[in-house]
T-cell receptor, first 112, second 111 residues
Framework: ELKVEQNPLFLSMQEGKNYTIYCNYSTTSDRLYWYRQDPGKSLESLFVLLSNGAVKQEGRLMASLDTKARLSTLHITAAVHDLSATYFCAVDIKGSQGNLIFGKGTKLSVKP | DTAVSQTPKYLVTQMGNDKSIKCEQNLGHDTMYWYKQDSKKFLKIMFSYNNKELIINETVPNRFSPKSPDKAHLNLHINSLELGDSAVYFC??????????FGPGTRLLVL
């Protein structure tokens, strides 16, 4: 059974600081996704990572993938309050028509 | 234009009732999904469906049934609602197995 573990589950940061969220998964997979969810809202796609060594950046967020270690990271640079949200990583189940297994989410709170 | 839409946004109902949630996507995608997000924000796949195949998560009770009248719609019908069904239900769609786009969610409360 494919398992996806994120840590930390809760993260309180000060503005301007850097931090990394980790996502480990238990079996091989074709794709890894990062999503953002604001309270009471839907999920917004941030990144999709397809291959070993893939790195993608958007603003203050950078995601990377190490398929050998079955590890993805989401790095936050110089956090700002607007980044406060819950971040989910998700991994597709091979051969499952794209069904995603989600981590439990990391609730990020950026304080002034 | 809304890419993936769901109705209703909120649904409050009594135990034992039958209810449906509708989902529509105008992205031209070929695959649609239903996810359940519980009170701890944990997201779990329930179904995926394209015009060829329905894949059901084996942990989903058979009181839940997806119905797809056409490629742009995947509705979720729930029979004999239970307290534990209270959650937020998200519809999503994708082209093949590419990035999934999520609807706004339906907040279901069973009393």
């Amino acid at each position: 059974e494919l398992k996806v573990e994120q840590n930390p589950l809760f993260l309180s940061m000060q503005e301007g600081k850097n931090y990394t969220i980790y996502c480990n998964y238990s079996t091989t997979s074709d794709r890894l996704y990062w999503y953002r969810q604001d309270p009471g809202k839907s999920l917004e796609s941030l990144f999709v990572l397809l291959s070993n060594g893939a790195v993608k950046q958007e603003g203050r967020l950078m995601a990377s993938l190490d398929t050998k270690a079955r590890l993805s990271t989401l790095h936050i640079t110089a956090a700002v309050h607007d980044l406060s949200a819950t971040y989910f990583c998700a991994v597709d189940i091979k051969g499952s028509q794209g069904n995603l297994i989600f981590g439990k989410g990391t609730k990020l709170s950026v304080k002034p | 234009d809304t890419a993936v839409s769901q109705t209703p946004k909120y649904l409050v109902t009594q135990m034992g009732n039958d209810k449906s949630i509708k989902c529509e996507q105008n992205l031209g995608h070929d695959t649609m999904y239903w996810y359940k997000q519980d009170s701890k924000k944990f997201l779990k796949i329930m179904f995926s469906y394209n015009n060829k195949e329905l894949i059901i998560n084996e942990t989903v009770p058979n009181r839940f049934s997806p119905k797809s009248p056409d490629k742009a719609h995947l509705n979720l019908h729930i029979n004999s609602l239970e307290l534990g069904d209270s959650a937020v239900y998200f519809c999503a769609s994708s082209y093949l197995q590419e990035t999934q786009y999520f609807g706004p969610g339906t907040r279901l409360l069973v009393l």
